[in-house]
């Protein structure tokens, strides 16, 4: 029963390298999210998928790319990492909001330190 | 702008009541969801309120008043393993969730 699969679960980077998150969901859920958890702040969203080969911009887009190449899976991508995207990255998927909103269920996490 | 307000840390005793509460003000409303984060771990799903009124789950309940903008989580009969971090999240008019910083619970013997 695994649901949201995020690796790896923790990584520590360099300033300017770059590295991809990976999400991977066996719900056959459509919305796919990617969000960053700061201390003392609520979850903002990075970027957002509503089905197979479409992504959308959140509220803190800048610095991270994403792809939803398979509709299981959802990959962040950080280009060229800075001390501030030093997070915890949380993936989460929910079913369509047709019939209303759904939960959305969230992977364990992936701590990424940038150095 | 659009807002989520909930206490920062609350502190209870084992066995007793406490009841959590969360304000609003985003631009649109389609439902208010309550998770639960344990240290560490992933957020996971309460509750959702999306009509006036009082929703019971076991030893949760969660209530919503959307002329006031505001919601509580009323926790019943507290245990030990219900020290975790309790997160307000509200669905906007974009079907984004908006979701308040968490109130830290502490559960003393």
């Known amino acids: 029963n695994a649901g949201v699969t995020q690796t790896p679960k923790f990584r520590v980077l360099k300033t300017g390298q770059s590295m991809t998150l990976l999400c991977a969901q066996d719900?056959?859920?459509?919305?796919m999210y990617w969000y960053r958890q700061d201390p003392g702040m609520g979850l903002r969203l990075i970027h957002y998928?509503?089905?197979?080969?479409?992504?959308a911009k959140g509220e803190v887009p800048d610095g991270y790319n994403v792809s939803r190449l398979k509709k299981q899976n959802f990959l962040l991508g950080l280009e060229s990492a800075a001390p501030s995207q030093t997070s915890v990255y949380f993936c989460?998927?929910?079913?369509?909001?047709?019939?209303?909103?759904?939960?959305?269920?969230f992977g364990d996490g992936t701590r990424l330190s940038i150095l | 702008g659009q807002n989520i307000d909930q206490p920062t840390e609350m502190t209870a005793t084992e066995g007793a009541i406490v009841q959590i509460n969360c304000t609003y003000q985003?631009?649109?409303?389609?439902?208010l969801f309550w998770y639960q984060q344990h240290a560490g771990e992933a957020p996971t799903f309460l509750s959702y309120?999306?009509l006036d009124g009082l929703e019971e789950k076991g030893r949760f309940s969660s209530f919503l008043s959307r002329s006031k903008g505001y919601s509580y989580l009323l926790l019943k009969e507290l245990q030990m393993k219900d020290s975790a971090s309790y997160l307000c999240?509200?669905?906007?008019?974009?079907?984004?969730?908006?979701w308040g910083a968490g109130t830290k619970l502490i559960i003393k013997p």
């Open positions: 989460a998927s929910s079913e369509t909001g047709l019939s209303g909103a759904q939960p959305q269920h």
């Open positions: 719900m056959n859920h459509e919305y």
């Open positions: 998928s509503v089905g197979e080969g479409t992504t």
């Open positions: 985003t631009s649109g409303f389609n439902g």
């Open positions: 309120n999306v």
């Open positions: 999240a509200v669905m906007d008019s974009n079907y984004q969730l908006i």
